[in-house]
């Protein structure tokens, strides 16, 4: 046998070990992805129920809604006839009550010189 041989017998040898090695390093990216895909499964089967859940809730929480912007609509409307009353009760009472202030006042001045 001579160098050349010997070569050949060494290239065979290092690229037979460098094939395994990558079959080894294959496996384990596999054993890896497998894994991988089970948690995302297990994970996928947990998270759905809960985003159902979610789900239900914030149907709830908008029905919710919609009740309190009616209830909202309603103290608005309220407030506003209110607003209204009081405007008109302001207007109706104060007049007279000032033209009584007014009138009292006087009275007990002219009451002041008379007794003086």
């Not at 009616?70 to 405007?87: E, K, N, P, R």
């Amino acid at each position: 046998m001579d160098i050349s041989d010997w070569a050949i017998v060494f290239a065979v040898v290092f690229w037979g070990a460098l094939v395994v090695v990558a079959c080894w390093a294959l496996t384990k990216v596999v054993a890896l992805l497998e894994e991988a895909t089970r948690d995302l499964r297990e994970t996928t089967d947990r998270i759905l129920p809960t985003l159902e859940q979610v789900t239900e809730t914030a149907a709830g929480v908008n029905v919710e809604l919609a009740r309190v912007d009616t209830i909202i609509a309603g103290v608005q409307s309220i407030t506003a006839t209110t607003d209204q009353l009081v405007g008109v009760l302001h207007a109706t009472v104060s007049n007279p009550l000032i033209k009584v202030a007014a009138f009292a006042a006087g009275s007990a001045k002219a009451a002041r010189k008379l007794r003086d």
